[in-house]
């Protein structure tokens, strides 16, 4: 196997469908359907053909001497402007699995997929393909749903052959498959194995996440007459919450099992300089990979918000946005991760993963590990995204070596 053609098939896949700002895959539109036309004339010298399910995903097999089957895969589609590693690594490195077990009978049934729609760009609903095909998608969720034209995401999904109703079907699909492992290499997408100046990191999960608005109302009132001591500042109450959530995360954090709170959205009304802001909202994102932590912080962050509130005089309000529970990693398929990382770089530093990924989609079903590679300056879902060279190869070496333990530990 080789590490140098997964690189020259990235190169090839960001030349094709790129702009100088970046990769332009997104879902669902004819830069994405072009990227995914590539692929397959990638998959026609191994003799491989993909088959599509309900949901749009596509998936190439190569039978084995057993119908279990080790699942390799990511996603081909990109944000706009996005970066050349993020999805096509954990493709292109599943393409290579392909190519050097193809012609041969493997031990086990070996299959690609290729996820529809991991980025929720354009319509705002990530991981769209793999929660139908893991039966967590609410297909009444996302029907009435339109990208910045107008056009809606059932008439997006016809274009490409896909009916909203029948996604789910891809459930039933995967269900069929003897599913022993899903294994996905990815960017790391945060700054993380650069701090530590590692090439390669084992994911033990998947954030769980507590989305939230909280909403202080007080009394808007004029900046010069109104003393300091008299106000109602529905602001004040939510910036010490901001703060105090900041020390929530640093306080619950332990080496190797960080966890974050952040504040993305502010909204203060009357939004008037000579104004003291009457009412105050801000969102809140919670996210780790304990379940107890995670309800510890939310806890934390209501008791906060309650005392910023009577402090300034002001009351406090919360709206749940949504909720995701923590996705733990199989522990046999981490050992296995472990090893290969360890084998390939000289150390195996683990790490949780904060974004979302198809791999947690998969997690009630079948044992699941992913693996990090390096990411330059933390960034992704930008042109800068990068992963140096050195660090790549060893990467992909390390994920083609757990590959290959894992078929060796499925076929028993
Ligand atoms: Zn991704």
Not at 95 to 118: I, K, Q
Not at 392 to 409: C, D, F, G, P, S
Request: hydrophobic share 40%; aromatic share 4%; proline share 5%.
């Amino acid at each position: 196997m080789d590490a140098q053609r997964v690189i020259a098939d990235l190169k090839e896949l960001a030349a094709r469908t790129s702009t100088p700002d970046g990769a332009q895959r997104l879902a669902w539109g004819p830069v994405w359907r072009e990227a995914r036309e590539w692929f397959r004339g990638r998959l026609e010298p191994l003799g491989l053909r993909i088959r599509t399910d309900s949901a749009g995903n596509n998936w190439i097999t190569l039978p084995g001497k057993s119908a279990r089957t080790v699942i390799v895969g990511s996603h081909l589609d990109s944000v706009p402007n996005g970066g050349w590693l993020d999805g096509a690594l954990g493709v292109m490195a599943g393409l290579e699995v392909l190519r050097s077990h193809a012609g041969t009978t493997p031990p086990v049934t070996l299959t690609l997929v290729d996820w529809a729609d991991e980025e929720g760009a354009r319509f705002g609903r990530s991981l769209l393909g793999s929660s139908a095909a893991a039966g967590s998608l609410n297909v009444n969720e996302v029907r009435h749903l339109t990208d910045r034209q107008g056009v809606s995401l059932v008439d997006a999904l016809a274009e490409n052959g896909i009916t909203l109703d029948r996604m789910t079907d891809a459930h039933r699909e995967l269900k069929a498959i003897d599913a022993r492992a899903y294994l996905e290499l990815h960017i790391e997408q945060g700054p993380v194995l650069e701090s530590m100046n590692k090439s390669t990191g084992v994911v033990l999960g998947t954030f769980g996440v507590e989305r939230h608005m909280i909403r202080f109302a007080g009394q808007a009132a004029h900046s010069g007459s109104t003393p300091i001591a008299m106000r109602r500042d529905a602001f004040l109450a939510a910036a010490e919450t901001a703060l105090e959530c900041r020390a929530i995360a640093t306080r619950h954090s332990k080496p190797g099992a960080g966890v974050v709170c952040t504040v993305g959205v502010v909204n203060v009304e009357p939004k008037i300089v000579t104004a003291v802001p009457g009412v105050c909202e801000i969102s809140l994102d919670q996210r780790a990979l304990d379940p107890g932590v995670l309800a510890a912080m939310h806890r934390d962050a209501r008791d906060a918000a309650e005392r910023a509130a009577r402090a300034n005089n002001v009351t406090v309000e919360w709206r749940h946005l949504w909720r995701i529970e923590p996705r733990p990693f199989d522990s046999d398929l981490l050992r296995l991760c472990e090893e290969a990382v360890r084998e390939e770089t000289g150390e195996a530093p683990r790490l949780p993963s904060g974004p979302l990924h198809d791999a947690a989609e998969m997690v009630p079903h079948m044992p699941v590990v992913m693996m990090f590679a390096f990411s330059s300056n933390g960034l992704s879902h930008c042109k800068e995204e990068d992963t140096p060279l050195p660090h790549l190869e060893k990467t992909i070496r390390a994920y083609l070596r757990l590959v290959e333990k894992t078929i060796a530990h499925v076929a028993g």
